[in-house]
Nanobody
Framework: EVQLVESGGGLVHPGGSLRLSCAAS????????MSWVRQAPGEGPDWISA????????YYDDSVKGRIAISRDNAKNTLYLQMNSLKPGDTTVYYC?????????RGQGTQVTVSS
């Protein structure tokens, strides 16, 4: 059974940083491209980043480019998202997704709230 468990969200002041993690199990993580999406209630997923299985090829949406960094540790079956210079507009739920697209299997999400 595919399982993705996100963690690391929380409340942070504008300009602050967070590091999200996604623990994967039930599939060949090291052979899978992975993505991060964020989604507000009632809206479609916002595909913000992706990383190829080998960890070299990466994608960043223009809305977050320069402020986030995606990485992975295939030995630990874990995906990461380092987020810096956070803005109130970054407030929403963040999900890791299996695949190089926003519509694959995903976990339960982790809430990120940016507020003063």
């Amino acid at each position: 059974e595919v399982q993705l468990v996100e963690s690391g969200g929380g409340l942070v002041h504008p300009g602050g940083s967070l590091r999200l993690s996604c623990a994967a199990s039930g599939f060949s993580f090291g052979s899978s491209d992975m993505s991060w999406v964020r989604q507000a209630p009632g809206e479609g997923p916002d595909w913000i980043s992706a990383i190829a299985s080998g960890g070299v090829v990466k994608y960043y949406d223009d809305s977050v480019k320069g402020r986030i960094a995606i990485s992975r540790d295939n030995a630990k079956n874990t995906l990461y998202l380092q987020m810096n210079s956070l803005k109130p507009g970054d407030t929403t739920v963040y999900y890791c997704v299996k695949g190089w697209h926003p519509f694959g299997y995903r976990g339960q999400g982790t809430q990120v709230t940016v507020s003063s």
